[in-house]
């Protein structure tokens, strides 16, 4: 079944923690809710910044295109394993993402951070 929505009108977790539910109105008007798990609510975390940069892609031609999210704070913290550190990114808005990071990235990363901007910008990934 294919849902066409006008509308996200809700979003809300379950009493227990297991589910979210997403509630919307679709194009017909009527009120629907879908409600996902835990485990699928994550998958389709990681889903959907990919697929809104390829939707970017597709629809403006450019394969250089990224949604890129404004940067208001960050925050690196321990994790409870010791050879890994945790980096959380936030929004203003109050979007937030936490990363694993291993030591030896960690250092990567800030020696990427603080290092000149080159003329040709060349990305650095792992």
């Known amino acids: 079944m294919e849902i066409e929505t006008q ?3 809700s979003c809300e977790v379950a009493a ?7 509630g919307f109105v679709d194009s017909s008007g009527r009120p629907a809710t879908i409600r ?3 485990n699928q609510v994550g998958a389709l975390a990681m889903t959907l910044p990919g697929l ?6 597709t629809r403006f ?4 295109l990224r949604y890129a999210y404004p940067l208001a704070s ?10 890994q550190g945790m980096v959380t990114l936030r929004t203003v808005d109050g979007f937030s993402v936490c990363f694993s990071i291993p030591r030896d990235q960690q250092s990567e990363l800030g020696e990427a951070l603080v290092a000149a901007p080159a003329a040709n910008m060349v990305l650095r990934a792992h």
Do not use: F, H, N, R
């Not at 031609?61 to 250089?64: A, F, I, L, Y």
């Open 74 to 83: 960050w925050a690196v913290e321990q994790s409870s394993d010791p050879a």
């Open 61 to 64: 031609g450019d394969q250089s």
């Open 16 to 22: 227990d923690g297991g589910a979210i539910s997403l």
């Open 36 to 38: 996902l798990s835990l």
């Open 7 to 9: 509308a996200l009108t």
């Open 52 to 57: 809104i940069d390829k939707a970017l892609q």
